[in-house]
Structures are given as structure tokens and as C-alpha cells.
């Protein structure tokens, strides 16, 4: 018999979903020996969406419950679409999401064998070549409460058909002028299983085939086939599928294949975003955003360049679960895992987001002293160590920390009022220097020279704590702000055309001082994702320049604020 699962311990704290449920019964009826064999089978038609994480997850993480292997294979069997490029990426963002496959296989390596399972329907009598237009086609398919029509090619004779069909492989056609059905029934209630097409003519260079081609076998004649090529036990897609599952049934019965098991589940929806290929290429190519990999996208590549780690994604993936009905997951949850993950592990480090910050000087601190204070990595983590931050007489801080006209309740810096520069000194602001134009160009502050964070002997308690950045110190930076790349919640449901809802305000890029640290270490490679404390967890991005290093904001700090606040 079969091996028990994996993490037997894990799955008794916890319900079974709907496929694990069938796993375990196909187990126990003996099918396949107990044998587990999954597929991850994206088409290499475009980038890979966090849609394609979660069947990447489910596909990966089933096989390895049960100690099964899981194919990756490339669905190509349309040349006009597909490239190179996308395969690269696809292999690339699979093993970053940290799964590695059994085997790569392509669809396009069975293109003969599949030949030859049509050939075999058509000397079954179970499929022909018909001559008629696209639109005839259809017009002639009927309604699903009407039986379609038969045509006059249907009665072609099986020598007629092998005939015909080996000239539409020798290209003794133009494209389109026939196709081959299968014949099986036109009058089911299911329309997939009125004759659907199962080659058609294309000449068209395909990535792998080259020219060797020039007829090219439809999904639902290449997916099943491939799965039985494969000996895949257990076909897991999308719901908009379950209607094909009929017809991926008789292909395998009809050519007596290994009887794979499709079973479908509910796509992945997010909110503010789209999640199909078909409309992120053309985002792409129309230049709404800056590439596949722009991070507004959600694309594997574009979240990891978001700042998101293959861990953040496994987790979500893990909690929206696996359902049998479609929905719409909220984009928050996803921004969520980030930041439960980063909270645990991010380096808090200061940077003054603002290109125009306030520079505050301190009279009573001596002109070219400097001092390196050594400041808490991570509270969360004492771990992580401390660092240096070098601290001087001048320092930035964000303007908005500043009232000169505070509400009540204000914790942070106002004339005559006192706060605390995170892991330095507590100053206070004496005087509020303007220009001509009454903007506030400086604030003159002195500072508690007891007040030193871990050895203060002050005795004064102050309600706020603010983030500084020291001016000679201090290393300007480009940070780019990502919000939703949609402003309606369900762009794919709105009946306004998807690319009149994109976000005008997605991306603002701004200039920032950041500690130098922060750019030492994350252009060393020691450093990925940062919090910038108060503002937000960020990484660095690939278009840093040795003169500007230039930082993607990952996602915000939910409530930062008055946590800071609590520490006092
Ligand atoms: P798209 O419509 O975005 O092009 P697709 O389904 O055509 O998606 P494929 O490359 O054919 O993309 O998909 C590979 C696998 O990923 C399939 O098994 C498919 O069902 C699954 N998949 C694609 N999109 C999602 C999604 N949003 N949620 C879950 N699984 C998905
Ligand atoms: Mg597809």
C-alpha cells in the first residue's frame, strides 16, 4: 500500500479542503497504487500572476503532503503567443516561490504523439475534417437549449478524413480552411461536447517547434493528452474548466489513456487589481506601468520587486485556502502576510521622506562633534543587534513632525514643546526660523545632554518619539510609493473599459534622506527588506545607481504610528 502522508501530525489540527478529501479517497480505493502525481501547466504566454501562486501552491504542496512529484509543464501549443522569455520567467519565479519540480516537460514535445491520437480518433470514426468557416461553426453549434445542426462533413469517410487531415499537417492548406472536430455529440446539453474543434491549421513558428508544424492541437486535445502522457494522477485547474471535464473524460476513454483525474477549484480574484495575462500584457505593452515586473503588477515578478518574500506568498496562499467557489480576496490580506512577516524580520532604519525636510539645529550641541549611537535593530527580534547611527549637531526630520500651532494631543515637536530623537537625545524646540515668504526654513532646538537614550538620567518624560536623520550624514535617496493600481475594488467586473480604472496616484515618487547604513548595507547585498520606521517597510531597487540609490516602498505600516507612540 501507500506511505503514510507527510505531515500526518499537521493534518489532524486541521479540516481537510475538498481536494485533499479526494486525494485520501482515490488512496483508499487503491487508485494509481497510492500514487500522487501533480502539474503546474501555465502556458508561457506572459508572466506568472499571484493567481498562478496559489495553483503553484496547491499543485507543489499536494504532492509533497503525500511524498507524490509534480511536473512542470509548459502548455504551449498556441506558437503565436508564446515565447521564450515567458518560459524563463515562469521556471524563474516558480523555484524564487521555493518549489522545484520532477520534471520539465513541454505539450509541444507530444505534438506527434497527439497527431496520432486524433489519427486514431479518426479511424474510430470519432472525428473529421470540416471544411467550414469559423462562423459557420458556430451558427451551426445551436444554443444550450437547442441541438446544433449536422453538416454534410460529419459523414466524410475515415480513409476521406486520414486523408484530408494528413494534408493539413503537409501544409496543403492555407490557415483556417479546415479543422478537425471530434465527433461527439450535437446534441448534448453540454456545448463543449458538440464536436468541439481539435486542430486547427496555423502556419506560425513556434518557440520549440520551429516550422516543423503548421497545424496545432486545441487545449482540450492537448491538455488531458498530456496529463496521460505524464501519468498524472490528480488535474487540478480552474473552475471555468468543470464544463471541459467531460470531454477531457471521453479523449481519455476513447484513446484508452491513463486515466488522470481533473479536479477543479476557484481561481484567485484580488481586490484593485486584474489578474489576467491577456489584460497585464496589455498594461505592458501600452505602458501603463514600466514592465511585467513594475511593482504595482501582480505578477511574481512584480511583488517580489515589490518587496514581498516567497514565504509572505506561501502564507497567503495558505490562508485564502482552497475553495469550490469563486470569490474575491482582499488585496489587505496579502499586504497583511507581508507584514507579519517583516515586523518579525525587517531592520528598522530612519529616513526622512521628504525632499524639502525640516532641518533642525542644535545651538548647545557643539559645532563638529559627532557621536554614534547605537540604535535597536528590531525590538521584535534582540537578535538583530544594534547599529551605529552617527548624530550630530544638525539633523532632518519630516516636516509633518512638526506644528507650529499643534491641536492638543499633538506628541510631537512644537515651539516650546519636547520630544525624543529616536535612540539619541530629548531636545526641545526654542525658536522658529523663517525665510521672506514666512515658510519655515529651521528650527533651533536645544538638547538634554543627560537625556542619551540608554543612559538617561534626565528625569523628563516626553509623550513623542521622532525619527532624524543627521545632515552631514544623511544619503539622499528616490523613493518610489506604490498605492493600488486600480481605484475600484473589482476593475475585471466594472463595465468601464479596465484601463479607464487605473489609478492615477499608484506611483509617487519622492526624495528621501535615509541613514547611511541603510545604503551600505543593502547595496551589500546583507540587507533585503528594511522598515523605515514610522513610514513603512521598503527594499531596494535594481534601479539604484551608485549616486542615487532608490527605495519601493513594500507596503505601509499599519497603526506604526502609535505603537511608536506606546514606547514612548
Ligand atoms: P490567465 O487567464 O491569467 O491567462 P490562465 O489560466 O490562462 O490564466 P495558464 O498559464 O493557462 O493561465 O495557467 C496555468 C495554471 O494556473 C492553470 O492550471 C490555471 O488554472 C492556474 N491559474 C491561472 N490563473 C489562476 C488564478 N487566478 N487562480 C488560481 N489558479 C490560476
Ligand atoms: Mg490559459
Redesign the pocket.
Known amino acids: 500500500m501507500t506511505e503514510a502522508p507527510r505531515d500526518s501530525d499537521e493534518r489532524t489540527e486541521r479540516s481537510l479542503n475538498f481536494i485533499e478529501q479526494i486525494v485520501d479517497e482515490d488512496i483508499a480505493a487503491g487508485k494509481n497504487g497510492g500514487r500522487v502525481h501533480t502539474r503546474?501547466?501555465?502556458?508561457p504566454?506572459?508572466y506568472?500572476?499571484?493567481?498562478?501562486a496559489?495553483?503553484?501552491c496547491l499543485n507543489f504542496g499536494l504532492a509533497d503532503e503525500y511524498g507524490g512529484q509534480t511536473n512542470l509543464r509548459f502548455?504551449d501549443t498556441n506558437p503565436v503567443t508564446e515565447d521564450t522569455e515567458y518560459v524563463d520567467s515562469i521556471k524563474n519565479d516558480v523555484r524564487w516561490l521555493g518549489f522545484d519540480w520532477e520534471n520539465e516537460f513541454y505539450a509541444s514535445d507530444y505534438f506527434e504523439q497527439i497527431y496520432q491520437f486524433a489519427e486514431t480518433l479518426i479511424q474510430k470514426g470519432l472525428a473529421y475534417v470540416d471544411d467550414s468557416t469559423a462562423e459557420e461553426i458556430s451558427a451551426q453549434k445551436g444554443t444550450p437549449t437547442e441541438p446544433g445542426r449536422l453538416n454534410q462533413y460529419r459523414d466524410r469517410s475515415v480513409a476521406e478524413n486520414l486523408d484530408l487531415f494528413r494534408r493539413m499537417r503537409a501544409g496543403d492548406y492555407p490557415d483556417s480552411a479546415k479543422v478537425l472536430r471530434a465527433k461527439v455529440d450535437m446534441a448534448s446539453p453540454n456545448m463543449q461536447l458538440r464536436d468541439p474543434i481539435i486542430y486547427r491549421i496555423k502556419h506560425a513558428h513556434h518557440h520549440r517547434t520551429g516550422d516543423a508544424w503548421c497545424i496545432y492541437p486545441m487545449y482540450d486535445f492537448a491538455h488531458g493528452q498530456s496529463d496521460a502522457i505524464e501519468h498524472i494522477t490528480h488535474s487540478?485547474?480552474?473552475l471555468e474548466?468543470e464544463v471541459h471535464r467531460p470531454l477531457y473524460e471521453w479523449f481519455i476513454q476513447q484513446l484508452e489513456l491513463f486515466p488522470s483525474r481533473q479536479i477543479e477549484?476557484?481561481?484567485?480574484?484580488l481586490t484593485y487589481t486584474v489578474?489576467?495575462?491577456?489584460k497585464?500584457k496589455q498594461l505592458v505593452e501600452e505602458k501603463h506601468v514600466s514592465g511585467w515586473d513594475d511593482p504595482r503588477m501582480p505578477t511574481i515578478a512584480g511583488i517580489r520587486r515589490r518587496g514581498y518574500t516567497p514565504a509572505s506568498i506561501r502564507e497567503f496562499c495558505d490562508r485564502i485556502g482552497i475553495a469550490k467557489r469563486d470569490n474575491l480576496i482582499d488585496v489587505g490580506l496579502l499586504e497583511f502576510c507581508i507584514r507579519e512577516e517583516l515586523n518579525r524580520t525587517a531592520p528598522r532604519l530612519m529616513a526622512v521622506l521628504d525632499e524639502k525636510p525640516l532641518k533642525l539645529v542644535i545651538t548647545n550641541y557643539d559645532l563638529g562633534r559627532e557621536e554614534i549611537m547605537h540604535i535597536e535593530n528590531n525590538p521584535e527580534d534582540p537578535s538583530a543587534g544594534v547599529r551605529d547611527v552617527p548624530f550630530s549637531r544638525e539633523v532632518y526630520i519630516e516636516r509633518d513632525d512638526f506644528m507650529e500651532n499643534p491641536p492638543k494631543k499633538f506628541f510631537r515637536l512644537f515651539p516650546g514643546g519636547m520630544v525624543r530623537l529616536k535612540g539619541a537625545y530629548i531636545i526641545k524646540c526654542e525658536e522658529v526660523v523663517k525665510d521672506n515668504a514666512g515658510e519655515i526654513i529651521e528650527l533651533r532646538c536645544t538638547y538634554i545632554p543627560e537625556s542619551r537614550s540608554g543612559s538617561d538620567t534626565s528625569g523628563i518624560n516626553v509623550k513623542g518619539t521622532i525619527h532624524w536623520v543627521s545632515v552631514p550624514h544623511a544619503v539622499e535617496a528616490e523613493v518610489r510609493l506604490y498605492d493600488r493600481l486600480f481605484s475600484v475594488e473589482n476593475p475585471a467586473a466594472d463595465e468601464r473599459d479596465f484601463k479607464e480604472l487605473i489609478n492615477p496616484n499608484s506611483l509617487e515618487t519622492v526624495r528621501a534622506f535615509v541613514e547611511p547604513a541603510l545604503v551600505a548595507a543593502t547595496r551589500s547585498g546583507s540587507l533585503t527588506n528594511v522598515q523605515f520606521m514610522r513610514k513603512g517597510y521598503f527594499i531596494l531597487d535594481a534601479d539604484s545607481t551608485d549616486a542615487l540609490p532608490v527605495f519601493n516602498r513594500t507596503a505601509t505600516l499599519k497603526d506604526g504610528w502609535a505603537k511608536e507612540q506606546k514606547k514612548g
Open positions: 503546474f501547466p501555465p502556458e504566454n506572459g506568472l500572476h499571484i493567481g498562478h496559489k495553483s503553484i502548455d487540478l485547474c480552474t474548466f477549484f476557484a481561481r484567485l480574484n489578474m489576467s495575462k491577456r497585464l
